[in-house]
């Protein structure tokens, strides 16, 4: 960021000065670039450090199916993926080609890259819920690992070394956290009942050995990997 004390404003000219509506932001790791999508489906991408908007990407949808729900640059910030109502897709951040689609039947709530550019989508409609990893090195990505799932995963978070997987699981009667360890992907995750009845967002500590959670009501909870 420039060396100022003021609150740096991002906003697109071609659009009344407003990103209007926005329901998803993302930074990419080196700090440069970052993203922010819309209620109607669109994607803009500034150069942080030139102050510049470089991208706007357009969903040629209903503004219903397509709002953005969640943002991930991948780890060299060359893609940025995009969560929407009914799937996901990427694009190329250096020239603005939209790379692929994924069109999935429900919202796509949470994205995460791993640092070896898998990516990890979590959502749901809320059932069938969906976890997924996905290798995204190709032309086309190519599904890793699916978890079944009759809740929707809210949340979910990477630990730093990438073994461990936390998600929040919210269903019609019952919500939980699970942590999955994907060194053992045919084990079971293991599962914390939610202390509180609605849960919105989880994270690792930097040494990978503690979750945090906070939910309705300001209830917030840590947990031992």
Same mark, same amino acid.
């Given at each position: 960021?420039?060396?100022?004390?003021?609150?740096?404003?991002?906003?697109?000219?071609? +659009?009344? %000065?407003?990103? *209007?509506?926005?329901?998803?932001?993302?930074?990419?790791?080196? =700090? *440069?670039?970052?993203?922010?999508?819309?209620? !109607? =489906?669109?994607?803009?991408?500034?150069?942080?450090?030139?102050? *510049?908007?470089?991208? /706007?990407?357009?969903?040629?949808?209903?503004?219903? +199916?397509?709002?953005?729900?969640?943002?991930?640059?991948?780890?060299?910030?060359?893609?940025?993926?995009?969560?929407?109502?009914? %799937?996901? !897709?990427?694009?190329?951040?250096?020239?603005? *080609?939209?790379?692929? !689609?994924?069109?999935? %039947?429900?919202? #796509?709530?949470?994205?995460?890259?791993?640092?070896?550019?898998?990516? #990890?989508? =979590? @959502?749901?409609?809320?059932?069938?819920?969906?976890?997924?990893?996905?290798?995204?090195? @190709?032309?086309?990505?190519?599904?890793?690992?699916?978890?079944?799932? +009759?809740?929707?995963?809210?949340?979910?978070? #990477?630990?730093? +070394?990438?073994?461990?997987?936390?998600? &929040?699981?919210?269903?019609?009667? /019952?919500n939980s956290i699970c942590l999955y360890d994907l060194k053992a992907p045919h084990t079971a995750?293991? #599962?914390?009942?939610?202390?509180?009845?609605?849960?919105?967002a989880v994270s690792f500590s930097d040494d990978g050995q503690t979750l945090l959670t906070a939910?309705? @009501?300001?209830? &917030?909870?840590?947990?031992?990997?």
């Open positions: 960021f420039p060396e100022t004390d003021e609150v740096q404003r991002m906003s697109d000219d071609q +659009d009344d %000065g407003e990103v *209007r509506g926005a329901t998803a932001v993302a930074f990419s790791a080196d =700090g *440069r670039l970052a993203a922010a999508g819309n209620r !109607a =489906g669109n994607i803009l991408v500034w150069d942080i450090s030139k102050q *510049r908007l470089l991208h /706007t990407f357009h969903q040629e949808k209903e503004p219903a +199916d397509f709002l953005v729900c969640s943002l991930a640059f991948s780890p060299n910030a060359s893609q940025l993926a995009a969560g929407n109502g009914e %799937g996901l !897709a990427a694009w190329d951040v250096v020239s603005g *080609r939209k790379l692929w !689609a994924v069109p999935r %039947g429900g919202p #796509v709530m949470e994205l995460r890259y791993f640092a070896d550019g898998l990516l #990890v989508e =979590g @959502g749901g409609d809320p059932s069938p819920g969906r976890l997924r990893i996905w290798n995204t090195t @190709g032309e086309e990505p190519e599904l890793v690992k699916e978890w079944p799932h +009759d809740r929707m995963i809210w949340s979910l978070a #990477v630990s730093p +070394d990438g073994r461990h997987l936390a998600t &929040i699981e919210n269903g019609s009667d /019952t995750p293991r #599962v914390w009942p939610a202390e509180t009845m609605l849960i919105f939910g309705l @009501g300001w209830h &917030i909870h840590m947990y031992s990997v």
